[in-house]
């Protein structure tokens, strides 16, 4: 449950790279996007320009597949669809295990109160040329209990630092930690809040999944970690604390109709800055705690395909499970195209089973909690076609698709400001929702077996050949 021992393993590995000297000021961000455009290694920042030396940043931690295999313990020869299969299944048989709390950790290791709290000590990046700031919260863990329940949720949520004490929440509607901080606000109060910058992936991880509603990131992380995460409570807002956590700050956030700040700029996952500048909820900062030494967990969002994160592998994942939950027969994988970010491009394989099924399966996976969220295209392919192969997708959208039938247009969707194609009036009036389109490019189940054949060579006849005629490529014999 320790970030430290897992950089440990990535350098063992050959999958973490030290840097030098960087600055704060947009290098770290562009080093972040040039080091992951080359899929290069995790960087951990050290002697930070303008910062004393024990301060460090890490990014890139598990922003590809191998590292993320890595973290989840499973070998990183297995790549794609089928470590989307492991995860998906990994998940199906986890059952919650709730933290403990323990009295002290390394996090108590240095904790400074009200008048001597001062978030300026940190090595804060601006991330991205045109960021209205900069963030400290990008790869976070913000933790909030539900005031009615007092079940606790936990969410990846961007945080800019606005001065020595007050940070700035950006939390999309509908979120649960949005819908959670308006259950405190509707009654004139202040949400306690404490955000966590800097945990081993398996602790940060389910932060940014969508789980269903009342359902404990922290017992998800415990059933990962295959023991409970141990936590300790925060000593200004009572609330379950990651005792292994590198920065935590806690505090209050007050209803926006009260006090609320200018947040953004910032680029986001879409690759624009879409969501310009609003004024959004604060945190007033009433403690900061932090290991000696502490490693700041950065995941700025980059153009895609670029993505500090392999978030594209968890939910698809995700998105597979919860396809599965509900009873839907001949899902055989699920992919995110890295082209679309974080949402805008899911792809399924299914085994048809029924006339009607696949447009069920695009249906369910633009409404699964894994899928709902600024979705914008679902693709449905049939079992030959690898989802996680974008030409082989693309090939399948090309000639098994009949716009003029098989595309079907929702309107009306979750969706939120990020989202680009949303107008300046439509965002002014809260009116975030979008339209997905669900693009069915299987052969028509009615008619399949009359479709026309492929006109690729068998794999009986591809050997055959290979055997005989492998030496003309021998790359692609030796591999
Ligand atoms: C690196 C990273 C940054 C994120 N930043 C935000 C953010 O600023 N605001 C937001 O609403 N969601 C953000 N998300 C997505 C949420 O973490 C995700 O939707 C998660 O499910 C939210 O938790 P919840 O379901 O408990 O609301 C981010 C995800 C990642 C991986």
Redesign the pocket.
């Known amino acids: 449950m320790d970030l430290r021992p897992f950089i440990t393993y990535l350098e063992h590995l050959n999958e973490l790279r030290q840097v030098d000297e960087a600055d704060p000021d947009l290098e770290i961000g562009a080093i972040t996007e040039l080091s992951d455009e080359r899929n290069g290694p995790a960087l951990l920042f050290v002697h930070i320009k303008g910062y004393p030396p024990g301060y460090r940043i890490v990014t890139n931690l598990i922003a590809t597949p191998r590292r993320l295999a890595a973290a989840l313990g499973f070998p990183a020869a297995i790549l794609n669809v089928e470590l989307v299969r492991l995860i998906k299944d990994k998940f199906k048989e986890l059952k919650s295990v709730p933290p403990v709390y323990v009295t002290k950790g390394p996090i108590t290791e240095n904790v400074y109160r009200e008048g001597e709290v001062d978030l300026f000590k940190l090595p804060v990046p601006k991330w991205h040329e045109y960021d209205g700031g900069r963030y400290l919260g ?2 976070d863990m913000v933790i909030m209990k539900d005031p009615e329940a007092g079940w606790v ?6 945080v800019q630092l606005h001065d020595r004490n007050t940070v700035g929440l ?3 509607p509908g ?4 819908i959670i901080s308006q259950k405190y606000w509707s009654k004139g109060k202040s949400c306690p809040v404490a955000v966590a910058f800097g945990a081993h992936p398996l602790v940060w991880l389910p ?5 269903p509603w009342g359902v404990e ?1 922290y017992g998800v992380a415990g059933a990962l970690l295959g023991e409970p995460l141990q936590v300790i409570r925060g000593e200004y807002t009572g609330l379950p604390i990651p005792a292994h956590a590198e920065i935590v700050i806690e505090g209050d956030c007050p209803p926006p109709e009260v006090e609320s700040r200018k947040e953004g700029p910032f680029g986001e ?1 879409t690759g624009y800055y879409a969501s310009g500048t609003r004024n959004e909820p604060i945190i007033k900062v009433k403690r900061i705690m932090h290991r000696n030494d502490p490693i700041i967990m950065g ?1 700025p ?1 980059l153009k895609p395909p670029g993505s ?2 392999a ?1 594209y592998v968890l939910r698809a994942s995700n998105i597979w499970s919860q396809l599965e939950q509900l009873g839907i027969p001949g899902i055989k994988g699920v992919w995110q195209m890295r082209a679309g970010g ?1 949402h805008y491009l899911n792809v399924i394989a299914i085994e048809q089973k029924y006339a009607g099924h696949a447009k069920q399966v695009g249906m369910a996976a633009t409404s699964v ?1 894994a899928g709902a ?1 600024q979705s914008r295209f679902v693709i449905v392919v049939d079992e030959d076609i690898d989802p996680t192969n974008d030409e082989d997708v693309l090939w399948a959208l090309a000639t098994r698709c009949d716009p003029a039938t098989t595309i079907e247009i929702v309107a009306g969707c979750w969706s ?1 400001a990020l989202d680009p194609t949303i107008s300046p009036e439509r965002k002014a009036k809260g009116d975030t929702t979008n339209s997905r389109a669900i693009m069915l490019a299987c052969r028509p189940y009615h008619w399949k077996k009359d479709f026309p054949k492929v006109n690729r060579a068998s794999d009986e006849l591809r050997n055959r050949v290979m055997n005989k005629w492998g030496y003309l490529w021998p790359a692609a014999n030796s591999g």
């Open positions: 990008t790869g949720n936990v969410g990846t949520y961007r950006y939390v999309s979120k649960q930690g949005r932060s940014f999944l969508f789980s990131e996952w995941a969002p500090g994160v978030t974080s909690p969220f939120s």
